[in-house]
């Protein structure tokens, strides 16, 4: 909850701190400098229709970056590319629950390793206190990846004892089985993007999608 949350934060000055008062880190100065492109079919790529967006820093109105302006068509190319990865049985849907689950920590263990840069990406795209970022976002985006990582190896079917009256004296084998649904669409909302974001692909990394 919000007020658990709170009584973790620290109670500075630097509740309010804006990111751009911060000294940038020169990973996130090269980010932002960039136009950012669209991850699609393991390449990054521009936006079908060449178009960007510019992204604004709600705490100052100030624009921060060029991102790819995404449509209709741009969407049909990821989920063809998801899709034909997931029919195709792709390394990463013969691969075993323990070596996914290690992948998915692993992610874990990156978001931790930058996490000031990530920190200071989500204050600048929120316009939210920098510590804020530093406390919740990027430690709860990390530890939703290191607990759903331990999942893997955990989804299981059941075996099922079956009574079927008009077949007396037979005996059945029924189980149910788990397995990845396929492709998934999501949206990520606007004000924890890092966190929901991890809340979204956790869960579906975890069982192969």
């Known amino acids: 909850t919000w007020g658990m949350l709170h009584a973790l934060l620290p109670r500075r000055n630097e509740m309010t701190q804006d990111a751009t008062l911060v000294s940038l880190h020169p990973a996130v100065k090269s980010f932002i400098g960039e136009k950012r492109r669209m991850l699609i079919d393991g390449k990054w790529v521009p936006a079908q229709s060449g178009k960007t967006f510019e992204v604004y820093n709600p705490a100052n109105g100030e624009v921060i970056a060029h991102a790819a302006e995404g449509s209709k068509e741009d969407v049909n190319l990821a989920v063809a590319a998801a899709r034909r990865a997931f029919d195709e049985r792709s390394e990463w849907r013969r691969m075993t629950p323990s070596q996914r689950g290690r992948i998915v920590s692993r992610i874990g263990d990156l978001i931790l390793k930058y996490g000031e840069e990530l920190a200071q990406l989500e204050a600048l795209d929120n ?83």
């Not at 007396?168 to 397995?179: I, K």
């Not at 396929?182 to 999608?209: D, E, H, R, S």
Request: hydrophobic share 45%; charged share 15%.
């Open 127 to 209: 316009g939210k206190p920098i510590a804020v970022a530093r406390a919740a976002d990027v430690p709860l985006a990390a530890d939703l990846f290191h607990y759903m990582a331990g999942w893997a190896t955990k989804l299981e079917g059941n075996t099922i004892s079956l009574s079927v009256p008009y077949t007396p004296g037979a005996e059945y084998h029924a189980y149910t089985r788990r397995e990845p649904i396929g492709v998934v669409g999501q949206i990520i909302p606007w004000n924890f993007p890092l966190l929901m974001a991890a809340w979204k692909l956790g869960p579906a990394l975890t069982t192969g999608c």
